[in-house]
């Protein structure tokens, strides 16, 4: 299929827009995608049409909804290569996935063991390990960045011992677009018996992993970042960790008997699904990964990284401009300064023209650190942006930095 | 001038503007003239939460009168704090206390009131509130 983004533009909704008097520009792509009609539509047909509770009614809706659930976990083992779809667990996203790994491995560590976790994550992915260290003595090593804002491999290698037990790493970058190495990263942790937990929030609408390729023992997305719904995501575990795993939350669905004595947990996956799940959301998961597939990742790919080229370019014109994270392998995301300005000055003016970037630390702190600034703007790249967005959006940031300077 | 006067004057100034651009550029403007707080009080006790940029403010009485200093690292945010002394710097608590603040949606500047804007203007106006209480004694 050719790739014609006007056409695709037609598929959103929400980019006819306008903020402040001019047409959106939507440029924070890292924190959330927008969606499609086929996602919004799926979703409103679930609620109009066969609304019901899973797993556990005999009547006909009830069966409609579980067959739809159990069929978008399917869609997600297919997308990404997954063995059994057991192995699928449905979470809330990266967040819940990342929380509920550390809690089955607080069991397993103990205070000689070491988890590696690296410089370039999303902060709030550190504090579910420090939670886990504190309950379970273990230690967190942490993989430093280089200055063009990739992980350092040799540091990598440096720290990996026997007492690694556990290595975290996000595939793509939050802050950066850093596409880290992950295959090598597994098949290293793996001669020390570590198991690997990578986060591809930022990694799954640019790139499609196969997981048994990369033979990964934990792999978590949200699926927000892939034009899905919010509060929907998945948790890829490897069965053998799965089963040893206790689970995460007691509730409906983990459980096959219950008596006062004592409790038997259900098979996987629903071990770790307690509760009623967010039906809705896994069906638009379903949908969001049906509608990236028909357009293809490999066009997605090839495009955006004609807009990440083109982007850049533009940007290095502007004098005083200095972008953060010049990996040679990245995603459409360019974090930069202007001079002495603060990201702040330059997001709130960019607004005004209807140009929506993140400012500020991007959930990384460690990573400002790092470069020793308080923030940067970070603009993003989907498929859905054109050339024609990107040149109003550099016009726009010189005309912000005139009425800053 | 009191609170009023000085309100009534800031909401004629920007009137006069025909855009958003020429009042942010004014905003910046006044940024950059801010009565600013001494280096050595530019302390965490001093920052104002909830701002994606630092802002500090710093208050003294003198006499019967309350005087802000600020900075913030973005000059928006500053322009804003400016705009906020000028308003109630050199005022009595009482009639800080009393004051209303409606002269910031005659001006345009409502969207940055809003508590989800991380701008800290609300945080502003809070402390601000806050010292005056803190200052009065009737
Ligand atoms: C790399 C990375 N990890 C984790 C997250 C958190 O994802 P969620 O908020 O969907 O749980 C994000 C999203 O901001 C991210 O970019």
Redesign the interface.
């Known amino acids: 299929m050719a790739f014609d983004v006007n056409k695709i533009r037609e598929d959103f909704p929400i980019l006819k827009r306008k903020v402040?008097g001019c047409p959106l520009v939507y440029l924070d792509n890292a924190a959330t995608s927008q969606k499609p009609r086929k996602v919004i539509d799926s979703i409103v047909d679930y609620y109009e049409n066969y609304n019901s509770n899973i797993h556990r009614g005999v009547h006909s809706i009830s069966q409609e909804a579980t067959d739809a659930y159990e069929e978008a976990r399917k869609k997600i083992q297919k997308h990404f290569n997954v063995k059994d779809s057991k192995e699928i667990i449905l979470t809330s996203g990266t967040t819940h996935s990342i929380n509920l790994v550390a809690n089955g491995f607080t069991s397993l560590l103990n205070k000689e063991d070491e988890i590696l976790i690296s410089e370039l994550e999303h902060h709030s992915n550190i504090v579910p390990w420090q939670m886990m260290c504190e309950k379970n003595g273990a230690k967190i090593k942490v993989i430093p960045l280089t200055s063009n804002g990739e992980l350092n491999y040799d540091s990598f290698l440096g720290l990996l011992s026997n007492k690694t037990k556990l290595v975290f790493v996000n595939h793509v970058s939050n802050a950066l677009g850093t596409i880290n190495p992950i295959k090598s990263i597994i098949s290293k942790a793996h001669e020390y018996g570590a198991a690997v937990l990578i986060d591809g929030a930022q990694a799954s609408s640019h790139i499609k992993a196969d997981l048994q390729d990369l033979n990964v023992d934990f792999y978590t997305t949200s699926a927000h970042k892939l034009c899905g719904p919010t509060g929907i995501g998945m948790l890829f575990g490897k069965k053998e960790w799965l089963t040893k795993m206790p689970p995460y939350q007691g509730g409906g669905e983990m459980i096959s008997e219950v008596t006062f004595e004592k409790t038997t947990y259900a098979d996987l996956p629903h071990k770790f699904e307690a509760g009623t799940p967010n039906i809705a959301g896994a069906i638009g998961f379903g949908a969001s990964l049906d509608y990236l597939n028909s357009i293809g990742f490999e066009n997605i790919e090839a495009y955006e990284s004609e807009l990440l080229n083109y982007a850049t370019n533009k940007l290095k014109n502007i004098p005083e401009l200095k972008i953060y994270g010049e990996a040679k392998d990245k995603t459409s995301v360019i974090s930069f300064n202007v001079g002495e300005?603060?990201?702040?000055?330059i997001g709130?003016?960019l607004d005004?023209f209807g140009i929506a970037v993140r400012?500020?630390q991007h959930c990384a702190q460690p990573v400002m650190d790092y470069f020793g600034i308080?923030?940067t703007v970070r603009a993003s790249f989907s498929f859905y942006n054109t050339k024609e967005e990107i040149d109003y959006f550099c016009k726009s940031l010189e005309r912000a930095i005139t009425?800053?300077s | 001038m009191g609170i009023i006067e000085v309100q009534n004057e800031i909401v004629e100034e920007f009137s006069l503007f025909e855009d958003w651009m020429q009042r942010y550029e004014y905003m910046i403007e006044l940024g950059k003239s801010i009565d600013l707080i001494d280096s050595s009080k530019k302390i965490d006790t001093n920052l104002i939460k909830g701002c994606q940029s630092k802002l500090w403010l710093h208050a003294e009485l003198r006499e019967d009168r309350l005087i802000f200093k600020a900075d913030s690292e973005a000059i928006i945010t500053k322009g804003i704090a400016a705009i906020l002394l000028r308003v109630f710097s050199n005022q009595t608590p009482k009639n800080i206390l009393e004051a209303n603040l409606e002269f910031i949606d005659k001006i345009g500047l409502k969207e940055h009131l809003s508590p989800t804007r991380a701008n800290g203007l609300l945080s502003m106006i809070k402390q601000i509130k806050y010292y005056a209480l803190a200052f009065n004694k009737n």
């Open positions: 402040n300005l603060h990201s702040y000055d709130t003016i005004k400012t500020g308080p923030g009425m800053l």
